[in-house]
């Protein structure tokens, strides 16, 4: 492992050294890859053949050795201007970042959503025009900005100012109940109890609500056929997920 700390900057280059050779592929960026979406996103980017580099940048490193993986732990995330030399030559982005608006006042859920993601990603889409976004939303986001729930408001608000963006395509995804799989673990001690509780449901759940539910492993490959084909649609539901996931 190769790393230097600067500024508040640990730049962790290579995982396992890979002999110095040239990697090719989809190169990618994935914020976000400690939490348990990101975690999924990031297994699938591993074991993808098409994909050659995954830079994740967090506030924490993500405890994995792999010969495809780059590491960024950034303590402020706001501030991409002492790393903006590491962000270009990428073609997709994976944005898997997000706060719980529970208990959070809607300044404060704003400022960590709405002004946090389009802060990044503005200066990813000035580095690399020619990249795919993708965006973890949520079920329920109000595309209109004017409903009842805040969270759906912000996510709202911040869906539409990501797809005028320009980035070659955007996409968000909305997924509803995601169920863990391979060992994928939340950092959040009563979402684990619930999904312990949920994992031997999890094959009744899809029978019965095909729409709502999908997995960490379907959000993640299908995050990736989309940055690689493309698809029709540019916000994408749970149904639509797992179809590209499995099509």
Known sequence: MIAAEDRGVAFVVSAVPDSGRR???????????TGMVGQGVLRE???DPDVGIVLAIGRSKTGQRHEKLREIVLADLAD???IESELSGYDAFFFCLGVSSVGMDEKTYYRLTYELTTSIAATLAKLN???TFVYVSGTGTDSSEHGRAMWARVKGKTENALLKMPFK???MFRPGYIQPLHGIRTKTRWYGAMYAVMAPLYPLWKL????YVTTTECVGRAMLKVAKQGTAKHVLESSEINRICEG
């Open 45 to 47: 980017c591993l074991l």
């Open 80 to 82: 991409l201007s002492g």
């Open 208 to 211: 019965l609500f095909p729409k």
């Open 23 to 33: 990697r090719t592929g989809v190169k990618v960026i994935l914020f976000g890859a």
């Open 169 to 171: 395509a955007a996409f």
């Open 129 to 131: 025009p020619g990249m």
